[in-house]
C-alpha cells in the first residue's frame, strides 16, 4: 500500500502552529512505515519532521478555525498553501492508493469526489464551523466510512456522528521516560490560545502557591499578555516551545498535568503524553480528555471552568499510582495499535472504492 499524507495548512510542521495534529501525523507515519506501508507526506514550506522527507509547497497558510465565527464563509488566500498542496496532490494521485487529508478545512472535502484516487479525512477537531459541518456531512454520506475522528465524544458535536469511524492516538512510548518521583511542580501543555484555558491552571497555581511549568508555542499573543498582566504574583515559569525530548524531561518532573479546554477537544495528545511520563492528568470533563483519564485512577475529571474543582483534584494527587498512568499509555495507546487501526481503516476504504 502508498500512501500520499496531506497535512494540516494552518503551519509547517514542526512550527507547532498546528497542534495535536503535527505530532499525531508524525505518529501515524511512523506506525505506517512499521507495517512497511509506504508513506510521502505533502506540507507547507519550512516543515520539518524527524528524518522523514517532505514535499514542501510554498503558499499562505490557511486560518485556524478555532479562531474564526461559526458562521463565517470559507476564506482562501490568493496564492493559498492548502490549493497549492492539492494541486500537487491532483498531479501525483495515480502513483498512490489512497490519500490522507489532516487539515480541518473546506478545500479537499469539496475537492474529494473529483478526485481518481479515494481520499481519507481525518478530522482533529470537533464541530466548530456551519459550512465544515455541511460539507464533511455531505462526503460522508457519498464516500462512507471515510470520515476518521479521534473519540466519539468529538464525534458527538457532528450531525454525522454516526457514520465516523474512531480511531484514538498513540505515541512513541519509548521516547517517554517514566518519572516514579515527582518535584513539587505541575505543567500545562499546549497552543496558548484562548480555548486553551490557561488562565485557570495559572489561578489553580496561585490559590496552591505549586509553580507551574508552561510549555507550548504563543499563538495568540495579546492572550498571553493578559494573563501575564491579570496573573503577575502566580508562580509560573514558561519554557517556550519544546522538542518532544525536552517536553517529555520537563513534563516528567511534574506532579500532574492540567488541562483546561473552554472547547470539546478533538483528542488532547498532550494527555496521553503525561501520562506515558507517569504524570496523572487533571482536566475539566470536556472534550477528548474524558475519554483519556480513568477518574481517581490516572488522574480526576473535574467540573468544566471550576478553578477550586482543579485546586480539590491537586490535593489528592497522592491517591494515583503513577505506574497505572504509564500502563495505560502502554495498553491503550502504543504506536503498533495506532498503525494497526489506521490500516485496517484503510484497507476497509479500498474495499469499497
Ligand atoms: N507540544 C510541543 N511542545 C511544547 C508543547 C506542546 O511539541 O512545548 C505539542 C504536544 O506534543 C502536542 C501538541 O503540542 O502534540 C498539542 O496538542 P493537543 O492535541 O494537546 O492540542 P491541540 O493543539 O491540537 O488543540
Not at 125 to 143: H, K, N, P
Not at 265 to 273: D, K, P, R, S
Not at 318 to 346: H, K, M, P
Amino acid at each position: 500500500m502508498k500512501l500520499l499524507l496531506m497535512s494540516t495548512s494552518v503551519g509547517p510542521l514542526g512550527s507547532g502552529l498546528g497542534g495535536g495534529v503535527e505530532l499525531t501525523l508524525l505518529n501515524i507515519a511512523i506506525g505506517l512505515q512499521k507495517r512497511d506501508i509506504k508513506i510521502d507526506i505533502v506540507a507547507p514550506s519550512g516543515s520539518k519532521l524527524n528524518s522523514i522527507p517532505i514535499v514542501q509547497i510554498p503558499g499562505e497558510l490557511q486560518t485556524p478555525a478555532q479562531t474564526q465565527e461559526r458562521n463565517i464563509p470559507i476564506i482562501m488566500a490568493g496564492n493559498s498553501v492548502l490549493v497549492n498542496m492539492w494541486e500537487y496532490a491532483r498531479k501525483v494521485q495515480a502513483e498512490y492508493d489512497l490519500i490522507l487529508n489532516f487539515a480541518y478545512d473546506w478545500l479537499p472535502f469539496y475537492l474529494t469526489p473529483f478526485f481518481h484516487t479515494s481520499i481519507a479525512h481525518l478530522v482533529s477537531m470537533g464541530s466548530l464551523s456551519e459550512t465544515m459541518d455541511r460539507i464533511i456531512g455531505q462526503i460522508a454520506a457519498q464516500f462512507p466510512g471515510t470520515i476518521g475522528v479521534h473519540t466519539a465524544i468529538q464525534a458527538a458535536t457532528f450531525p454525522f456522528a454516526s457514520q465516523c469511524k474512531c480511531l484514538g492516538s498513540g505515541l512513541d512510548l519509548s521516547l517517554y521516560e517514566f518519572c516514579p518521583q515527582p518535584e513539587n511542580q505541575l505543567a500545562w501543555l499546549g497552543r496558548i490560545s484562548p480555548e486553551k484555558g490557561l488562565e485557570d491552571a495559572v489561578a489553580a497555581a496561585q490559590i496552591t502557591g505549586i509553580p507551574l511549568k508552561i510549555m507550548g508555542k504563543i499563538q495568540d499573543e495579546n492572550y498571553w499578555q493578559k494573563i501575564c498582566t491579570n496573573y503577575p504574583q502566580a508562580p509560573v515559569k514558561y519554557l517556550g516551545f519544546l522538542t518532544t525530548t525536552q517536553l517529555q524531561q520537563e513534563l516528567g518532573k511534574c506532579k500532574a498535568l492540567l488541562m483546561t479546554p473552554r472547547w470539546v477537544e478533538a483528542f488532547g495528545n498532550v494527555a496521553i503524553e503525561a501520562l506515558a511520563c507517569g504524570v496523572p492528568v487533571i482536566s475539566y470533563r470536556r472534550g477528548g480528555p474524558v475519554s483519556i483519564i480513568r477518574d481517581g485512577e490516572t488522574g480526576f475529571l473535574v467540573e468544566p471552568d471550576s478553578v477550586d474543582g482543579l485546586v480539590n483534584a491537586i490535593a489528592h494527587l497522592d491517591r494515583i499510582d503513577r505506574r497505572s498512568c504509564r500502563q495505560q499509555t502502554e495498553v491503550e495507546y502504543s504506536l503498533e495499535a495506532l498503525g494497526w487501526r489506521f490500516e485496517n481503516w484503510f484497507k476497509s476504504i479500498l474495499a469499497k472504492s
